[in-house]
């Protein structure tokens, strides 16, 4: 039985450049379809205005944000090579980020980013993940926030409301 959708693992693969070798089509294939399993277009992946994901933009930046009480607001970045996105971004810096949930310029990762979870990764498997962001064609997108307060926000975001007690 095949549990993922074909049309987002297709979407996401057909993003990805070649590589030469067996063991690298091999690779590439596993970090696509970790990709996949962990989500990462949930949050990483363009949405309309009715809010179905635009498949056809990879994972070039979740256009819907997060509001954090007492954080702000976040949206998932572009993690598509392009400068806009993690195209000056070593693989280290890419690991670094899934592992310890630290950027390269010392900024730790909003909440919404579970990776506590992504830390148990095993190498073999970060190391297919990176391998695979790092052969998407680059996409170039915009940038938001993050923001301290909804006031300043100027696209989408969901709120978190506790329930009254």
């Given at each position: 039985?095949?549990?993922?959708?074909?049309?987002?693992?297709?979407?996401?693969?057909?993003?990805?450049?070649?590589l030469?070798?067996?063991?690298d089509?091999?690779?590439?294939?596993?970090?696509?379809y970790?990709?996949v399993?962990?989500?990462?277009?949930?949050?990483?992946?363009?949405?309309?205005?009715?809010?179905?994901?635009?498949?056809?933009?990879?994972?070039s930046?979740?256009?819907?944000?997060f509001?954090?009480?007492?954080?702000?607001?976040?949206?998932?970045p572009?993690?598509?090579?392009?400068?806009?996105?993690?195209?000056?971004?070593?693989?280290?810096?890419i690991?670094?980020?899934?592992?310890?949930?630290?950027?390269?310029?010392?900024?730790?990762?909003?909440?919404?980013?579970?990776?506590?979870?992504?830390?148990?990764?095993?190498?073999?498997?970060?190391?297919?993940?990176?391998?695979?962001?790092m052969?998407?064609e680059?996409?170039?997108?915009?940038?938001?926030?993050?923001?301290?307060?909804?006031?300043?926000?100027s696209?989408?975001?969901?709120?978190v409301?506790?329930?009254?007690?």
């Amino acid at each position: 039985m095949k549990l993922i959708h074909p049309a987002v693992l297709a979407a996401i693969y057909s993003l990805s450049t070649p590589l030469s070798s067996a063991a690298d089509t091999a690779q590439l294939e596993r970090g696509a379809y970790l990709s996949v399993i962990m989500d990462c277009a949930g949050c990483h992946m363009p949405r309309d205005r009715d809010g179905a994901p635009i498949f056809e933009a990879g994972l070039s930046g979740g256009t819907i944000g997060f509001e954090l009480p007492g954080l702000g607001v976040f949206w998932a970045p572009n993690l598509t090579p392009d400068a806009t996105g993690l195209g000056d971004w070593s693989k280290d810096d890419i690991v670094q980020a899934i592992r310890y949930g630290e950027r390269p310029d010392g900024r730790i990762l909003a909440p919404v980013m579970p990776w506590p979870a992504y830390s148990q990764l095993t190498d073999v498997d970060v190391d297919a993940l990176v391998t695979f962001l790092m052969s998407m064609e680059p996409v170039e997108a915009p940038r938001f926030g993050p923001e301290h307060s909804a006031e300043a926000v100027s696209a989408p975001f969901y709120r978190v409301v506790s329930p009254a007690d």
